[in-house]
């Protein structure tokens, strides 16, 4: 089975790639990573065990010189908790003053996590999935060498149509007659959705997630 490269940390990534930086300072030598798996008896300090190789064997019949190394690896919610204080678990909001239009590609996903946030994540490490408009699910792979759990994150700008009253939302979720948009700004918007696109000169195909709302 090949072996699972050792990478440098990022070194603008601080605590967010904490995990990385652990696994790299005590494998310094090793040639890779033979296996990665949840510590049977985590604690605060530590949850990961993971077989490093340190040298392959020097003749026939003797064994290659593997050790055990135990960290931590981080969950994606305290990632993004290091990003965001307020951030709660359900998903993070992504500012991104660039019209996006969804779905963006994996490599795209960390190119913003790693560039703007500071992020130490690779393609080994996460399977990303576009779950619906802008939000995409993150999940840890298994043998992801600094992270676990998952996490939900939203990549663009966030509009709330207030549905209460006149407007009729079909099956397929057009939008008929006239309806209320508050923006996260605070600003509101009132008319058809093409008379509030019109007023705020711009599309908003790209970039937008779009809640339905009604008054309880």
Same mark, same amino acid.
């Given at each position: 089975?090949?072996?699972?490269? !050792?990478?440098?940390?990022?070194?603008?990534? /601080?605590?967010? $790639?904490?995990?990385?930086?652990?696994?790299?300072?005590?494998?310094?030598?090793?040639?890779?990573?033979?296996?990665?798996?949840?510590?049977?008896?985590?604690?605060?300090?530590?949850?990961?065990?993971? !077989?490093?190789?340190?040298?392959?064997?020097?003749?026939?019949?003797?064994?290659?010189? *593997?050790?055990?190394? +135990? %960290?931590?690896?981080?969950?994606?919610?305290?990632?993004?908790?290091? &990003?965001?204080? #307020? %951030?709660?678990?359900?998903?993070?909001?992504?500012? %991104? #003053?660039?019209? +996006?239009?969804?779905?963006?590609?994996?490599?795209?996903?960390?190119? &913003?996590? *790693? /560039?703007?946030?500071?992020?130490?994540? #690779?393609?080994?490490?996460?399977? &990303?999935?576009?779950?619906?408009?802008?939000?995409?699910?993150?999940?840890?792979?298994?043998?992801?060498? $600094?992270?676990?759990?998952?996490?939900?994150?939203?990549? $663009?700008?966030?509009?709330? %149509?207030?549905?209460? /009253?006149?407007?009729?939302?079909?099956?397929?979720?057009? &939008?008929?007659?006239?309806? +209320?948009?508050?923006?996260?700004?605070?600003? +509101?918007?009132?008319?058809? !959705?093409?008379?509030?696109?019109?007023?705020?000169?711009?599309?908003?195909?790209? /970039?937008?997630?779009?809640?339905?709302?009604?008054?309880?």
């Amino acid at each position: 089975m090949a072996l699972l490269p !050792i990478r440098k940390p990022r070194p603008f990534a /601080g605590r967010k $790639g904490q995990s990385i930086k652990d696994l790299y300072s005590s494998a310094m030598r090793a040639k890779g990573v033979i296996s990665v798996k949840p510590l049977a008896t985590p604690n605060v300090r530590y949850n990961t065990e993971a !077989i490093v190789r340190i040298s392959d064997p020097e003749s026939l019949g003797a064994f290659a010189d *593997n050790r055990t190394i +135990v %960290y931590k690896r981080l969950h994606l919610d305290e990632v993004f908790r290091l &990003i965001n204080q #307020e %951030y709660d678990g359900q998903a993070l909001q992504i500012g %991104y #003053e660039k019209e +996006v239009e969804h779905p963006l590609s994996p490599k795209d996903v960390l190119r &913003i996590l *790693n /560039g703007q946030f500071g992020c130490d994540f #690779e393609e080994d490490d996460l399977t &990303i999935e576009n779950t619906c408009c802008t939000e995409y699910t993150l999940t840890a792979k298994d043998t992801s060498l $600094g992270y676990i759990g998952e996490a939900v994150i939203c990549i $663009g700008r966030e509009l709330l %149509y207030d549905c209460t /009253g006149a407007p009729h939302v079909t099956d397929e979720f057009e &939008i008929t007659g006239r309806v +209320v948009i508050t923006l996260a700004s605070g600003e +509101v918007y009132e008319g058809t !959705i093409d008379e509030i696109a019109a007023q705020m000169n711009q599309a908003t195909t790209h /970039g937008v997630r779009v809640i339905l709302a009604t008054a309880t």
